[in-house]
């Protein structure tokens, strides 16, 4: 699942399986950068699908592709510990299949920012400032769900 997690003005997307694990990894973005969360402060952290929280993205797609948030399926925890197959399997299979939508190329007209959509096989995996996307033409989104 991804999260968009926000404090003093720092974003970032994480894709952790929870809420705890998507905000230890923030808390070690943040200490990567040197910043020391305060106890006054509160770090927010909103799922992206129950709230449909389009993140802003440095990054334009162009023509007909559509850039689309991926949940990755780890293959270990937070601790360090290898998943076993069976783990990823049931995760995989607990996923609904439908990818948020963050942005659209000007030629796309029926797909939009925050759509939530279905795709074929053939997306491009690309990594923008350390988060994995999706890119694929907009004649592979086979559907998207009514809001």
Same mark, same amino acid.
Request: charged share 20%.
């Given at each position: 699942m991804s999260f968009l997690c926000k404090y003093k003005g720092y974003e970032k997307i994480v894709n952790q399986l929870d809420i705890d694990n998507a905000e230890e990894v923030? /808390?070690?973005?943040?200490?990567?950068? !040197? /910043?020391e969360p305060d106890l006054e402060t509160e770090i927010i952290i909103e799922s992206m699908k129950e709230k449909k929280v389009v993140p802003t993205v440095n990054f334009t797609p162009l023509n007909d592709y559509v850039l689309f948030d991926i949940d990755k399926v780890k293959e270990?925890?937070?601790? !360090? /510990? /290898?998943k076993s197959p069976e783990m990823i399997a049931e995760e995989k299979n607990n996923r609904d299949g439908f990818h948020l939508v963050i942005s659209v190329g000007e030629n796309v007209s029926n797909i939009k920012s925050g759509d939530s959509i279905c795709i074929s096989s053939g997306a491009i995996m690309i990594d923008i400032d350390g988060v994995d996307y999706g890119l694929i033409r907009s004649h592979s989104v086979i559907g998207k769900r009514s809001q």
């Open positions: 923030f /808390i070690e973005y943040l200490a990567e950068n !040197g /910043i270990e925890t937070s601790a !360090g /510990i /290898i």
